[in-house]
C-alpha cells in the first residue's frame, strides 16, 4: 500500500466512523504536542468540543502540575521511537474543560510515516467514579485496621 493509498483508506467513511464511534477516546497529537485527533469520547469525558481541541497543545488537558513531567516523557518517547507504557494503560489525573480533576487509564501509541515518528495516539477511558471508589475502599481499610490496633493496644495483647 503506497503512503496515498494509506492516507486515501484513513479519510474514508468507515475509518472515520471507527475513530468517532470508538468506545474509548482517541487523541492524536504531532510532535510538538498539537492535537489533530479527537473523537466523540474525547469530548464526553474531556469536556472540550472537538473543533476547540483540534489545534490546542495536549496542556489542554495535562493539569498544571504535572505538564513538566509530561512533556519529558512526550519529548523522550518521540526521540526514542517508543514509550515506556507500551502494551500497557497508565492510570493517571487530568482535567476537564470545567476545571474539575478527573481519572483516566490512557494507553500510548508511536505513529510512524515512512519510517519516522510523527505523532502519539493516546486512547483514554474515563475512570473517576472506579478511582475515588477504590480511595474511599483503601480509607476504609486503613480506619479498621486503626481500630483494631487501637483495641489490641488497649488490651494489652498483641496481634498474632
Do not use: C
Request: hydrophobic share 40%.
Amino acid at each position: 500500500m503506497t503512503p496515498h493509498e494509506t492516507e486515501a483508506s484513513l479519510e474514508s467513511p468507515e475509518a472515520r466512523l471507527l475513530i468517532e464511534q470508538s468506545p474509548d477516546a482517541m487523541i492524536y497529537a504531532d510532535r510538538e504536542g498539537v492535537i489533530r485527533e479527537w473523537n466523540a469520547t474525547a469530548t464526553r469525558i474531556f469536556g472540550h468540543a472537538r473543533e476547540a481541541a483540534i489545534g490546542q497543545s495536549l496542556d489542554l488537558i495535562v493539569p498544571e502540575r504535572y505538564r513538566e513531567a509530561h512533556w519529558r516523557g512526550y519529548d523522550r518517547a518521540l526521540t526514542e521511537g517508543r514509550t515506556k507504557y507500551a502494551g500497557q494503560s497508565m492510570a493517571t489525573r487530568s482535567v476537564h474543560a470545567d476545571g474539575r480533576t478527573i481519572y483516566v487509564e490512557l494507553s500510548f501509541g508511536m505513529i510512524e510515516e515512512a519510517g519516522a515518528i510523527v505523532g502519539v495516539l493516546a486512547t483514554a477511558r474515563d475512570i473517576t467514579e472506579r478511582f475515588q471508589h477504590e480511595r474511599d475502599e483503601r480509607a476504609r481499610v486503613r480506619a479498621l485496621e486503626e481500630r483494631v490496633a487501637a483495641i489490641d493496644g488497649g488490651a494489652g495483647g498483641t496481634a498474632p
